[in-house]
């Protein structure tokens, strides 16, 4: 029979995993950044689950399923483009070339970015201010034409575009940058169309979401074995999956009327409230 202070114990753990579930679900996906909200979450509550490395990896996975249940059909074309060629392997080939800068830099600096935040304590509301003033940008720069591409349509832009979307994903790597925002302002900046921005936006992320999962998944197997319950990390799991599909369809949904750029008043004003903590707390 459990005591009572392990009932609480369980009880804190398993309403913090879904409150992190819930703040992973949103922030992968609308243009927030799910890195910066995480790392303000842990600097203002002091938290020890974010950075559980069993949490990220479940939280990870979830988000990882979501997009790719989303894109499922893209998924299985570019995958079917490898044999018959054609639009489908030209497309495949841009994915590539949009994942490869961040999944470098990813690949040989990801403990180095991880810790700038720590080492720079405004370098989180600077990101997040200047990614609220690119956002801003992306009202003058829909395009009304092609916004509802033919389904398979393969994207109109090439090989330089999809370096020019890879760098700025590359980027996101800094907390506060959202992934999904400055890659969709980067494609809309170069003059693609809102849905097949989206739809690169979301398909260059799916391998470096699965790279850092399979990566945390191997040093967690390897070193650490998992530090939350079986049925803690299932429930972290539905949470971030299902917040995560909602969040993805209210960011479609905003993108095709137009609306992304409402973020970028969001992140503005998170940034001067965040400046203002820290300011407060270094003061004291």
């Known amino acids: ?28 996906f609308l243009p927030i950044s799910s890195s910066g909200h995480l790392d303000a979450w842990k600097r203002l509550t002091g938290s020890k689950l974010q950075g559980d490395l069993s949490l990220d990896v479940i939280l990870h996975f979830a988000t990882l399923l979501a997009v790719l249940l989303v894109y499922r059909k893209d998924v299985v074309r570019l995958l ?20 490869i800068p961040a999944g470098l830099v990813g690949l040989f600096a990801k403990d180095s970015i991880e810790g700038l935040s720590g080492q720079l ?26 916004a509802d591409p033919a389904p398979g349509e393969a994207p109109q832009f090439g ?13 996101a790597l800094l907390p506060g940058v959202s992934r999904s925002g400055i890659t969709i302002v980067a494609a809309l900046w170069v003059g ?32 650490e074995g998992l530090a939350s319950a079986p049925a803690i990390l299932a429930s972290g799991f539905a949470v971030a999956f299902f917040v995560g599909l909602g969040a993805l369809a209210l960011l479609l949904r905003m993108l095709r009327g137009g609306r992304l750029h409402l973020w970028g008043y969001y992140l503005i004003a998170i940034a001067i409230g965040f400046s203002a903590v820290i300011a407060l707390s270094d003061v004291r």
Do not use: K, N
């Open 1 to 28: 029979m459990l005591a009572s202070g392990d009932v609480t114990s369980a009880a804190a753990e398993w309403g913090e995993t879904i409150a992190l579930a819930v703040l992973q679900g949103v922030t992968e």
């Open 80 to 99: 079917g483009g490898i044999v018959r060629g054609g639009p489908a392997r030209r497309e495949l080939l841009l994915v590539g070339v949009g994942t």
């Open 121 to 146: 304590p405004f370098l989180l509301p600077i990101c997040w201010g200047l990614c609220g003033v690119a956002l801003l940008t992306s009202r003058r720069r829909m395009t009304a034409a092609s």
């Open 159 to 171: 090989v330089r575009e999809a370096l020019w979307i890879g760098m700025w994903q590359m980027v």
């Open 192 to 223: 693609v169309d809102r849905e097949h921005a989206a739809r690169y936006s979301f398909l260059i992320a799916a391998p470096l979401i699965a790279g850092a999962t399979a990566l945390e998944a191997r040093d967690l197997f390897s070193e």
